[in-house]
């Protein structure tokens, strides 16, 4: 038959909860100093954990700043391709009006060569008519010049009023 433990007597209790206390107080001494070592020199467990701490805070630090540096060169790329998108339209539209300029300059030009032909001819005109006019005032002036020489009078118009 087996011994029932809560048959003991309180002495018989006492003394084995005091052999187990001792047994786990030599054992916690003979084991302590190494594990008291361990723990007892918190420095390097703690060194060793900040260290992780560190290097996990560092590894953090830079992945945040490649992020940055990413989104900052995306930004860059994205701002010089709007810059030169920009300047390219404005060229275009700067030759464009310079073509513009240059296409009214000629046409200008051509209207004013236009303009200077076209009195050139009515000068011309004018001209042609005016020595026409001369050559006939002359004519007649011979005419009476020599009416006058054969006659020997020189007529006189009268306007009376």
């Keep these: 038959m087996r ?3 809560y048959d003991l007597g309180d002495g018989e209790i006492a003394a084995a909860i005091a052999a187990s206390a001792f ?16 723990t007892r020199g918190p420095v390097r467990p703690a060194e060793a954990g900040s260290r992780k701490a ?30 030169n998108e920009k300047k390219m339209i404005a060229k275009q539209q700067m030759e464009r009006r310079k073509n513009q300029l240059e296409l009214a300059m000629k046409r200008n030009l ?24 001369r050559k006939y005032e002359e004519s007649i002036v011979k005419e009476k010049s020599n009416k006058i020489r054969s006659t020997g009078n020189v007529s006189v118009k009268c306007f009376c009023f």
């Design 54 to 83: 560190e290097n996990k805070a560092d590894a953090w630090e830079k992945a945040q700043t490649a992020k940055i540096r990413k989104r900052h060169d995306e930004l860059l790329s994205a701002l010089l391709a709007w810059e």
């Design 110 to 133: 051509q209207h004013y060569k236009n303009k200077l032909a076209r009195i050139d001819h009515i000068a011309k005109g004018a001209r042609t008519q005016a020595e026409e006019k």
């Design 23 to 38: 047994a786990i107080y030599s054992l916690e001494e003979n084991a302590g100093s190494q594990y008291q070592t361990k």
């Design 3 to 5: 011994k029932n433990y």
